[in-house]
Nanobody
Framework: QVQFAESGGGVVQPGGSLRLSCVGS????????IHWYRQSPGKEREWVAL????????SYAESVKGRFTVSRDNDKNTSFLQMDSLKPEDTAVYSC?????????WGQGTQVTVSS
């Protein structure tokens, strides 16, 4: 069973930082690219970042470019999303995702709240 477990969310002030973790199971983690998404109340899900299977290529949404960094440790079946210079508009539930066996799988997500 393909599953993800996200953690690391919390409440931070604007300008602060958080590091999110996503542990995958039920698939060969090192063979899969990992996407990070976020969703805020009243908004559609937004793609945030992608890291390739070996971690050699990354891409980001324009809204987070320069502030967020995605990485992975395949020995630990984990992807990380380092979030710096956080803004209130970054408030959302952050989830990781991958495509495996013909379908897209999602974790339940972790809540990030940026507020003064």
């Amino acid at each position: 069973q393909v599953q993800f477990a996200e953690s690391g969310g919390g409440v931070v002030q604007p300008g602060g930082s958080l590091r999110l973790s996503c542990v995958g199971s039920g698939f060969t983690f090192s063979d899969n690219g990992i996407h990070w998404y976020r969703q805020s109340p009243g908004k559609e899900r937004e793609w945030v970042a992608l890291i390739s299977s070996a971690g050699k290529s990354t891409s980001y949404a324009e809204s987070v470019k320069g502030r967020f960094t995605v990485s992975r440790d395949n020995d630990k079946n984990t992807s990380f999303l380092q979030m710096d210079s956080l803004k209130p508009e970054d408030t959302a539930v952050y989830s990781c995702s991958t495509f495996e066996g013909g379908r897209r799988y999602w974790g339940q997500g972790t809540q990030v709240t940026v507020s003064s």
